[in-house]
């Protein structure tokens, strides 16, 4: 059983891919599947329908990124990928990012059919993301460092106006990681696709929460240890969450 998840750029089927539906005159479709999550795809309804033409490679995952769907509202997956992503609420009305295993995993999906029925408001789309996740068997260890970050206008000190809230924060992660030397091999690649951190990846460091995370790398460092196990320092930077 796997205690860690990660979705690199290398084995995402959904990244920089051809996306067609109905969007607001101001969005694009692609957006849906353009690696920045804070670029919204962006529908005339609460009932959208997005047809995602997949690039080559496997599915054993799927992840719906800075939605403003209601609570418990679904991501409704077909075609050749079928899966149900039900979305949660944080106390501050900011959506949690919902992800599933697809099991047993697709091989060369030609497209995945995202919908959604009924949401409230016309629906925003931060990222859909599908691909072949890949496991840290050992998880991370205890004393993880994560570092929440606010983006609020603040007043000047002693003012009597408020601060405002502008909606978005995000984390600075910090993973230290006991792997064996071919999960290492794999995190230098995960690490290599991203193109020094300009494409996202995304990652499940707690598997009990329907709650995942699209980051950027900031960089690792390691320690071999012996030949057969690696300590490595993952320092990662989540993409804001924004309450739309």
């Known amino acids: 059983m796997a205690l860690f998840l990660y979705l690199a750029p290398k084995d995402m089927v959904t990244l920089f891919a051809v996306v067609t539906g109905t969007t607001d005159a101001a969005h694009e479709a692609s957006w849906l599947c353009d690696g920045r999550p804070n670029r919204p795809a962006k529908a005339t309804n609460g009932s959208p329908s997005w047809t995602i033409t997949c690039e080559a490679g496997d599915v054993n995952f799927v992840a719906a990124v800075n939605t403003n769907l209601d609570d418990q509202e679904t991501v409704n997956l077909t075609g050749d990928v079928v899966a149900t992503l039900t979305v949660d609420k944080r106390a501050d009305e900011t959506r949690l990012n919902p992800w599933a295993l697809v099991s047993p995993e697709v091989t060369n999906p030609s497209s995945i059919v995202v919908g959604v029925t ?63 030397a071919e999960e290492f091999e ?59």
């Open 118 to 180: 009924g949401n409230t408001n016309a629906v925003r789309f931060g990222e859909f993301f599908a691909g072949h996740a890949r496991e840290l068997t050992y998880g991370t260890k205890p004393e993880t460092e994560q570092e929440k970050e606010y983006r609020v206008t603040s007043a000047d000190r002693w003012s009597s106006i408020p601060g405002y809230d502008i909606g978005q924060d995000r984390y600075k992660k910090s993973y230290e990681v006991i792997c064996t």
């Open 186 to 244: 794999e995190i230098e690649a995960w690490e290599q696709s991203t193109y020094r951190g300009t494409r996202p990846s995304v990652i499940v460091p707690d598997l009990d929460k329907n709650d995942c995370f699209a980051v950027k790398f900031l960089g690792f460092k390691y320690r071999k240890l012996n030949p057969g196990w690696y300590e490595v320092t993952l320092n990662l930077l989540e993409y804001p969450r924004t309450q739309w």
